[in-house]
């Protein structure tokens, strides 16, 4: 008995030292062969658990690798290297608290082991990092969050747990792709996590991916029912798909109120989804255009765009409703920034409408001086320039101070050029499409306010102002 029982010791042994050898070698899987033929020869030996589990630590294998190591000092509780391996692989899983407590027990029984206390101030370390991210996500400080993870991923490189938790925090900063690959690289592993499930959907949720995201929140549930935050976002998601839905059936059947209180409804449920919250801001826009609220519109893009610095939709919109309301530089602005993204012949054109307008905005505006809209017709024209005439003329402000007979003495002159201008067909035409602009204007050197309302009132003996009392006046022909 004690020959067969020294045989298989030999035997054992001599599988071992192959382990070794292929170990060297960086064979790990071989390595791993010979070291799981020396424990079933002779499965009381902790060496064998231990090798085993360094073998299986090579391979990524670490709750593998763990149980190994834990039966290992389960054999053999004086045995260092055995606690050490143990405490690795509770740190790299991400059991920082398990980890403190193997490299201790390393440090009861060897005080002075450099890698015992190295590994001890490594978790301590782990422990703190976790600390300050659960802090920093209740806070929402999901950069510093990501921060901490990185930093505990370097010690805890197998740790679901801490990746899950940087990959939600990347989604919510909107690194997509990131989160993404982080969530996709645990499925490879763990088809049925529920957590990394979630962030995938979450990912999808955010990009307004909404139908396919509710199918992996569902797919999460059903891994884990009482998966609190996939229920939420379930929730959310079906919500803002409906509403969403909703409000563009009320905006295509014309019912532009009901679509508005919809699109308002939408933007309550979930105010991290951006990319979602940025269409609905420029859809109530829309709206808002519809019901000539142009300022509204206008601040409904704004606020899509600051949600989305890319969304052309909403810079379209926007601009248009700069140029509605007349403000120009601001409309030139939002398209000179569509144009530098898109460069179409479309975006082209309008930008350079938008140009065009600008320039003429800064010219003088002859409607304005008469004050009739630019679809004012011929005889509206004439009207206008009557009685603006008549109130500028020179002679009925004869008896005002120097300051003022000058300033009316200009507001004449401009109420002739202006009727000069728009009461001719041809020139209201260049005026109006911004041809005299590149004519370099109307050439008014010549231009006579006086001879243009002696032949625009007749007579031939003209008119006069005469008082009527203090401060009135009543004109006649001669």
């Known amino acids: 008995m004690w020959k067969l029982l020294r045989g298989r010791s030999r035997e054992a042994e001599s599988f071992k030292e192959q382990g070794n050898a292929y170990y060297a070698k960086k064979d790990y899987n ?17 060496s064998y658990y231990g090798n085993r589990a360094a073998t299986l630590m090579m391979l990524g294998k670490f709750r593998e690798a763990l149980a190994d190591a834990q039966q290992s000092v389960r054999l053999d509780d004086s045995f260092v290297r055995g606690h050490l391996r143990e405490g690795k692989c509770h740190l790299s899983l991400g059991n920082a608290m398990a980890a403190c407590r193997s490299f201790q027990r390393a440090l009861e029984l060897d005080h002075k082991n450099a890698q015992a206390q190295q590994e001890f101030k490594n978790a301590n370390a782990v422990i703190e990092y976790e600390k300050i991210a659960e802090t920093d996500f209740e806070k929402r400080d999901f950069r510093k969050v990501v921060f901490c993870m990185d930093r505990a991923l370097e010690f805890a490189p197998a740790c679901h747990r801490f990746k899950i938790l940087k990959a939600e925090c990347l989604a919510m900063l909107g690194r997509y792709p990131e989160a993404q690959s982080v969530a996709s690289d645990i499925l490879r592993m763990d088809s049925t996590n529920a957590d990394a499930l979630y962030v995938r959907g979450l990912c999808l949720y955010y990009e307004d991916c909404i139908e396919k995201a509710v199918q992996f929140f569902v797919q999460a549930l059903r ?15 079906k919500a803002l798909k409906a509403k969403k839905e909703d409000g563009n059936k009320a905006f295509k059947e014309g019912n532009y109120k009901l679509a508005y209180e919809l699109y308002t409804e939408a933007l309550g449920i979930d105010p991290n989804n951006i990319k979602t919250n940025a269409k609905l801001y420029c859809n109530r826009g829309t709206v808002n255009s519809k019901l000539r609220k142009l300022d509204g519109a206008i601040e409904d893009c704004t606020n899509a765009v600051k949600l989305d610095d890319t969304y052309i939709k909403a ?11 007349e403000q120009y530089e601001e409309a030139v602005r939002d398209y000179e920034k569509v144009y530098q993204t898109e460069k179409t012949k479309e975006h082209k054109q309008l930008l350079k409408n938008a140009q065009l307008e600008l320039k003429k905005s800064k010219r003088k505006d002859y409607y304005k001086i008469l004050g009739v809209d630019k679809n004012a017709s011929e005889d509206e024209i004439k009207k206008a320039y009557r009685k603006r005439a008549l109130m500028h003329h020179p002679d009925r402000h004869s008896g005002a101070s120097a300051e003022v007979q000058k300033e009316e003495e200009k507001k004449f002159k401009e109420v002739g050029e202006a009727f000069t201008i728009l009461s001719d067909p041809k020139k209201k035409t260049r005026y109006d499409s911004g041809q005299d602009l590149d004519e370099e204007g109307m050439n008014m050197a010549d231009f006579d306010a006086n001879n243009i309302f002696k032949a625009f009132f007749g007579g031939p003996g003209g008119f006069s102002f005469e008082a009527s009392g203090p401060g009135n006046f009543f004109f006649q022909f001669g």
């Not at 071989?30 to 902790?46: G, H, Q, S």
């Not at 891994?223 to 998601?237: G, I, L, Q, S, T």
């Not at 810079?315 to 140029?323: D, E």
């Open 30 to 46: 071989e390595a791993y062969n010979y070291y799981t033929k020396a424990i079933d020869t002779c499965p009381k030996n902790a």
């Open 223 to 237: 891994m884990a029912p009482d998966h609190e935050k996939a229920c939420v976002a379930c929730r959310n998601a």
């Open 315 to 325: 810079y379209l919109r926007r601009a248009q409703c700069y140029m509605d309301t």
